[in-house]
């Protein structure tokens, strides 16, 4: 059975500064990994996904995650958060058609 | 439609009522999902229809909880005898493909509230 654990249940950060945001997977076959994030008040939205190929994935926003196999992470990062980057963050992974598996996500904050 | 639309945005039911849920997915999307969001936690997978066939309906917590999709557009969760343990946002969500890793497309929920 696949699981997704976000280390981090809330980030505060300032503006301009860099984030991480954390995931770890488990699964025992090869997976599909996503991130997506929430605004209030509206639906989830896609940042990014992994497939295969390059580890390095760039997404939406100037956010980008790294797949790393070896310790089964999936961590979303942005070098200079603005505040609109306030938001609630999910990791998801998915080893069948439909079916995904999402974390209990992280709520980042941006101070100005 | 621009996105997935789900109605009522906002749902309160006294216990033992019955409660309909609809989603109208983005037009021609072939694959339709329904998770359920508990307060301070992610979405769980409750369903997948792939047009008018469910595919998979191991998410649903118990035989009080039915989904139907039965032209492959337009979906219905139903909650038989609501419990206050339903409380909960309902996500819908739709992808175009059929395959692994889409993207699926979210609608803004459906709050229900179980008094």
């Known amino acids: 059975a696949q699981s997704v654990t976000q280390l981090d249940s809330q980030v505060p950060v300032f503006e301009e500064a860099p984030v991480e945001l954390r995931c770890n997977y488990s699964?025992?076959?090869?997976?599909?990994l996503f991130w997506y994030v929430q605004y209030p008040n509206q639906g989830l939205q896609l940042l990014l996904k992994y497939l295969s190929g390059s580890t390095l994935v760039k997404g939406i926003n100037g956010f980008e995650a790294e797949f790393n196999k070896s310790q089964t992470s999936f961590h979303l990062r942005k070098p200079s958060v603005h505040i609109s980057d306030t938001a609630e963050y999910f990791c998801?992974?998915?080893?069948?058609?439909?079916?995904?598996?999402f974390g209990d996500g992280t709520t980042l904050t941006v101070k100005p | 439609g621009a996105g997935v639309s789900q109605s009522p945005r906002y749902k309160v039911a006294k216990r033992g009522q019955d409660v309909a849920l609809r989603c109208d997915p983005i037009?021609?999307?072939?694959?339709l999902f329904w998770y359920q969001q508990a307060l301070g936690q992610g979405p769980e997978f409750l369903t997948y229809?792939?047009?008018?066939?469910?595919?998979?309906k191991s998410g649903l917590p118990s035989d009080r909880f039915f989904a139907e999709r039965p032209e492959g557009s337009v979906s219905t969760l139903k909650i038989q005898r609501t419990q206050q343990e339903d409380s909960a946002v309902y996500l819908c969500a739709s992808s175009s493909e059929t395959g692994f890793g889409n993207e699926q497309f979210f609608g803004p929920g459906t709050r229900l509230t179980v008094l």
């Open positions: 699964s025992s076959v090869s997976v599909y």
């Open positions: 037009s021609g999307h072939v694959s």
């Open positions: 229809f792939q047009n008018e066939a469910q595919l998979d």
């Open positions: 998801a992974v998915s080893e069948s058609a439909g079916k995904s598996t």
